[in-house]
């Protein structure tokens, strides 16, 4: 219930919020609540990209991203992503979360969050890739990018990205693989 809230205060906020250009970099502010704390009592590690998920949401209403979504009824759907951890947030701490796209392929948004406390010092950091699909076909990225800024063209992809990307499709193809053998394994045992 707690994300629900914070989710409809930062739709509300984006929608009042002057709109922002699709390479800005937006800013949503948050608190540390008592649901959000781990038995260490400093904010979970997951809690983290459930903020992040709510911090994309306003990137998306600032920059127009999120009224193409509603006109054309893609879904979004976040493919991975990854974080780095360097402060941990205590209870009643206030952070604010930095959001800005880093660049696209032909499917994915990259988008960094930067997570900081009340000193803008650097807490977490972290990396996720998001797509549309509509009628169980993925959006490709030119068409969206038509609807919010006709004649965009993507940064260059950051080495840390490409490397991440690399490393996904590695552990995909690896998954895969040790799925099939376990699946092979499992017939040939009922079979004996």
């Known amino acids: 219930m707690n994300l629900y809230l914070r989710l409809m205060r930062v739709l509300l906020g984006g929608w009042i919020q002057a ?3 699709y390479a800005d970099t937006t800013m949503s502010r948050f608190r540390v609540w008592l649901h959000d704390l781990d038995a260490f009592g400093h904010m ?3 809690r983290y990209l459930q903020i992040m998920d709510v911090a994309r949401t306003h990137w998306m209403v ?3 991203v999120f009224g ?3 006109r054309n009824r893609w879904a979004p759907l976040l493919g991975g992503g990854f974080i780095r951890y360097r402060h941990s947030l205590k209870m009643f701490q206030p952070y604010h ?3 800005r796209l880093l660049c696209w392929d032909d499917r994915w948004f990259f988008l960094e969050h930067v997570f900081a406390d009340s000193r803008d010092r650097l807490v977490a950091i972290g990396i ?3 797509a549309l699909r509509k009628n169980g076909e ?3 990225s030119s068409e969206v990018v038509a609807h919010v800024h006709p004649g965009a063209v993507s940064p260059r ?3 840390l990205v490409q490397e991440w990307v690399d490393l996904e499709d590695k552990m995909y193809q690896r998954g895969s693989h040790n799925h099939r053998q376990r699946s092979q394994g499992a017939s040939i045992r009922e079979a004996c």
Do not use: E
Request: aromatic content about 4%; glycine content about 8%; hydrophobic content about 35%.
């Open 19 to 21: 709109s922002a250009h």
């Open 44 to 46: 979970n590690n997951g």
């Open 62 to 64: 600032r920059t127009g």
């Open 68 to 70: 193409a979504i509603r």
């Open 97 to 99: 979360v930095h959001s």
């Open 128 to 130: 996720t890739r998001a």
């Open 138 to 140: 993925w959006v490709p």
């Open 157 to 159: 992809m950051p080495r």
